[in-house]
């Protein structure tokens, strides 16, 4: 007999009522390898995205019953995911180690450099996607946030592969003008 699967909303609305733990291990266990990508695509460090996936998946525990479905959880979930990120890239930042007094110049540049770099580019893409069309930043944040694949989109959205290929290609274009606007 197959087993009906509960959306993320049936899910929490049990956790506010019941069964809190066995809820937890579900959203867990459907968003987990995500959202380490995810941050993994952020931070380009395993072992920082491993980390930074559980304190997450903390803080979502903390904070699941602010949860007011005004979104799809999933929505919900990557914006604290990438509001974390973006917090520990700039802490990252502001710890750095203290400096032997025989290091110079050229090299605190270098060990600088690359972070502010990341950062900027971060928020640059963030003000981009606030001015692409809902639609567009949505079917973004689907195939590459949450990580659908072409055929789950179509189903989504009703159309055929080629069409989503070309949504896709279009908002990334759109996209991409808008970055580099925001870049300068």
Not at 96 to 124: F, G, H, K, Y
Request: some cysteine; charged content about 25%; hydrophobic content about 40%.
């Amino acid at each position: 007999m197959k087993k009906a699967v509960l959306a993320d909303e049936q899910v929490i609305a049990q956790y506010q009522h019941t069964h809190a733990s066995a809820c937890l291990e579900i959203l867990y266990k459907r968003y987990v390898d995500r959202v380490y990508h995810y941050c993994l695509t952020l931070i380009q460090d395993e072992e920082d995205a491993q980390d930074y996936t559980q304190e997450i998946f903390i803080k979502i525990l903390t904070k699941l019953d602010t949860f007011q479905n005004r979104s799809k959880f999933s929505t919900w979930l990557f914006s604290i995911s990438h509001h974390y990120c973006i917090d520990q890239i700039r802490l990252r930042k502001q710890i750095q180690p203290a400096v032997d007094t025989d290091t110079s110049a050229n090299q605190l540049l270098l060990i600088s450099e690359p972070m502010d770099s990341m950062e900027q580019q971060l928020q640059s893409l963030a003000l981009a996607m606030t001015y692409l069309p809902a639609d567009e930043a949505n079917l973004l944040r689907l195939k590459y946030e949450q990580g659908l694949s072409i055929q789950q989109l179509s189903q989504q959205y009703y159309v055929t592969h080629s069409a989503i290929k070309m949504r896709l290609k279009r908002s990334r274009e759109k996209l991409l003008a808008l970055y580099q606007l925001a870049e300068n």
